[in-house]
């Protein structure tokens, strides 16, 4: 009857009414647990390189709204003297996305400072698309010119900053921070000879013939986009 198929499709209304309502209560327990929104999901790859649209002028309000205010969080940092600082992380959570950004001015988090990646697998890439894991022989190749560097430490780490020597990854236009990458020596370590790399707090030339095997014995440990207050972009 009539009445009877007017029940019908009331009933099957409120199925679909208490199903729509359970998909939007999960949606909401989803966020309250950290989950991440659709547009952090759906960033290109282009979001993810260094210096890419990063500059001293980027705040956490633009980190939030490019990458999701769930996936930005205030917390200490570290430092460029084995210490921490306030500052923001990126994806916490997530070594494929994680990047560590630092500030000038601490207290209110302004004039950005630099955005740091270092985790191996990460999605992160820098100029020319050198990641972590690129090898130095491949960083000297990518660069097409002699580079300098300071290193090896006690840490057998190493560091390049603002010293491409005009090479491809050196400032060009557009770019408003520097590019710059930390190396670090294989493992295991141990089975290298001391005089297979430079262990100094001077500049040594990525050419330095000293050192033939140094393009296979390191690799980038981080890349980093910085910024300098001297500098006007």
């Known amino acids: 009857s009539a009445r009877a198929a007017g029940e019908m499709d009331l009933t099957r209304a409120n199925v679909m009414r208490r199903f729509l309502m359970g998909l939007g209560l999960c949606a909401i327990v989803a966020c309250r647990h950290g989950g991440l929104s659709p547009a952090a999901d759906a960033l290109p790859d282009s979001a993810f390189v260094l210096p890419g649209a990063f500059s001293e002028h980027t705040t956490v309000a633009d980190l939030q709204a490019r990458f999701g205010a769930p996936n930005v969080k205030l917390a200490d940092v570290p430092d460029a003297f084995s210490g921490t600082r306030p500052g923001v992380v990126l994806f916490p959570d997530d070594p494929t996305r994680r990047a560590y950004v630092r500030f000038y001015e601490q207290e209110t988090l302004h004039h950005l400072a630099s955005v740091t990646v270092n985790d191996a697998g990460s999605r992160w890439s820098g100029k020319l698309g050198v990641k972590i894991g690129t090898s130095f022989a491949d960083l ?74 140094l393009g296979e014995l390191a690799f980038v440990s981080a890349i980093t986009a910085w910024s300098s207050l001297d500098d006007e972009w």
């Open 140 to 213: 000297r190749q990518r660069n097409g010119a002699e580079f300098w560097f300071i290193g090896f430490d006690a840490e057998h780490e190493a560091s390049v900053r603002d010293a491409w020597n005009a090479g491809a990854l050196d400032v060009t236009e557009g770019d408003q921070l520097y590019f710059g990458v930390d190396l670090r020596l294989r493992e295991p370590v141990k089975d290298i000879s001391a005089t297979a790399y430079p262990s100094s707090e001077e500049s040594i030339s990525s050419e330095d013939p000293r050192y033939p095997k």
